[in-house]
């Protein structure tokens, strides 16, 4: 008897696989069917960040007030006036101050905070909490609870100087060149400790015990515990928040603005500040706006080493 092979495969269909998968034929509706899916996300990119920013550097490249219909081109005209402009070379310089002791601070002060609240406590949760909140309040509550601290006549600071003896000390805070621009970095540093302390508690729950028990064993100290496995173990953490830290750094706006508005005179300038100043104030928004340009090139340049780092890990 001569067994009868059926082919039960519906017509129409293609081949069957090894795994059994019908292969189905690539036709060019299906090869744009994933673009069809990127459109939306594409089209809102597009048209709130790509045109945004092309128009932006346009008007760099104009000589407008931000309120006339008539733009006049000048090249790079704006761009050669900042090298010229005193008051940037100020505001720069603060934006490099800030950049070093905001992103120091925050990382050590945070680095610790997690090291110490990584143990297994009854209260390591609500201390967690009470130092990340500082970083979820709108920075501009935050500019008005420190710029009432730093009062010269009610103020808190001076009142308890004033209280325990050290009446010397008192000052007036945000109204002096020498010590304006450091008064409005503590509460930055204060709002930026959060951050760290997450991402660093985080990694350090990552960190497989034994390590430590090891090292315990051969008779290794917790400070040599700490800079032998917790602070290698970290490295990939330590370059996130560097480059997050260094970029948030170039963007600094609101808690400058809203404690001292750039005063007392330039001292507490930043490029966000007196890129505000010039488009709003000033109504040169064609310089203004070339000085918008080069923070977010500076901003770009910072992020692209993390990028890559991110690109490459995946």
Same mark, same amino acid.
């Given at each position: ?18 795994? $059994? ?5 690539? %036709? ?68 490099? @101050? ?9 990382? *050590?002060? $945070? ?11 009854? %209260? ?32 808190? &600071? ?15 805070? @945000? ?24 991402? =660093? ?5 990552? &960190? ?20 032998? &496995? ?15 830290? @260094? ?12 404690? *001292? ?10 490029? $966000? %500040? ?13 310089? $203004? %706006? ?15 080493? =993390? ?8």
């Amino acid at each position: 008897m001569i067994a009868q092979t059926i082919d039960r495969t519906p017509r129409g269909a293609g081949p069957v696989g090894a795994s $059994g998968a019908t292969a189905r034929p690539s %036709t060019p509706r299906l090869r744009l069917l994933p673009f069809a899916f990127a459109a939306p996300a594409l089209l809102l990119y597009l048209g709130f960040l790509v045109w945004p920013a092309l128009q932006a550097l346009w008007i760099s490249l104009t000589d407008w007030d931000g309120l006339s219909d008539q733009q006049s081109f000048i090249g790079l005209g704006n761009y050669a006036a900042m090298l010229e402009d005193p008051v940037v070379g100020i505001a720069a310089w603060n934006n490099v @101050l800030w950049a070093l002791v905001t992103i120091a601070l925050p990382m *050590t002060l $945070g680095l610790l905070l997690a090291v110490v609240l990584n143990r297994k406590s009854r %209260t390591s949760p609500v201390l967690r909490t009470i130092f990340y909140a500082p970083a979820v309040l709108p920075l501009v509550s935050i500019a008005s609870i420190w710029a009432w601290l730093y009062d010269p006549s009610d103020g808190a &600071i001076n009142t308890i100087l004033g209280a325990v003896g050290l009446s010397g000390l008192e000052q007036a805070w @945000l109204g002096q060149d020498s010590t304006a621009l450091w008064s409005v970095m503590i509460p930055a540093v204060w709002v930026r400790t959060g951050f760290p302390m997450l991402l =660093y508690l985080a990694a350090l729950q990552s &960190i497989p015990d034994e390590l430590y028990e090891a090292a315990s064993m051969d008779g290794a100290t917790r400070w040599q515990q700490f800079w032998r &496995i917790t602070v290698p173990s970290l490295k990939d953490t330590h370059y996130i928040v560097l480059a997050l830290s @260094l970029i948030e750094s170039f963007k600094v706006f609101d808690l400058v603005y809203a404690m *001292t508005y750039g005063g007392p005179g330039y001292s507490t300038q930043v490029m $966000g %500040t007196w890129m505000y100043a010039n488009v709003f104030q000033y109504f040169e928004a064609g310089y $203004g %706006t070339a000085i918008a340009v080069v923070i977010t090139l500076v901003a770009i340049a910072a992020g692209i080493p =993390y990028v890559r780092s991110q690109v490459k890990s995946s």
